[in-house]
């Protein structure tokens, strides 16, 4: 088992930016790919960014390219998102996720933490 926690969401202004975080625990963080999903409120799931183990491969959705950043820390077995020039689009509950590939498929992933809430006022 993989326990995920994420944290680092919050209000921010339209251009703001916000770096979430996601610690693992229990089983070896370093055999996972990690990723990065959002689900809004009557919206499905969307794949936002994932990064491979250890990290020399990265995947992003179409809607955050160029403004959002995914890397991970091996040593703290963390991952991170960084999110620059946010939208009220952005707006969504963010999780995180491990999988044994890297993938942009939810159904790939095999756990999930509880999600944090990113909300971007415009």
């Known amino acids: 088992q993989v326990q995920l926690v994420e944290s680092g969401g919050g209000l921010v202004q339209a251009g703001g930016s916000l770096r979430l975080s996601c610690v693992a625990s229990g089983r070896t963080f370093s055999s996972y790919a990690m990723g990065w999903f959002r689900q809004a409120p009557g919206k499905e799931r969307e794949f936002v960014a994932g990064i491979s183990w250890p990290g020399y491969r990265t995947y992003y959705g179409d809607p955050v390219k160029g403004r959002f950043t ?27 996720a491990a999988a044994q590939d890297l993938s942009r498929r939810s159904a790939e992933y095999n756990y999930w933490g509880q999600g944090t809430q990113v909300t971007v006022s415009s």
């Open 70 to 96: 995914i890397s991970r820390d091996n040593v703290k077995n963390t991952a991170y998102l960084q999110m620059n020039s946010l939208k009220p689009e952005d707006t969504a509950v963010y999780y995180c």
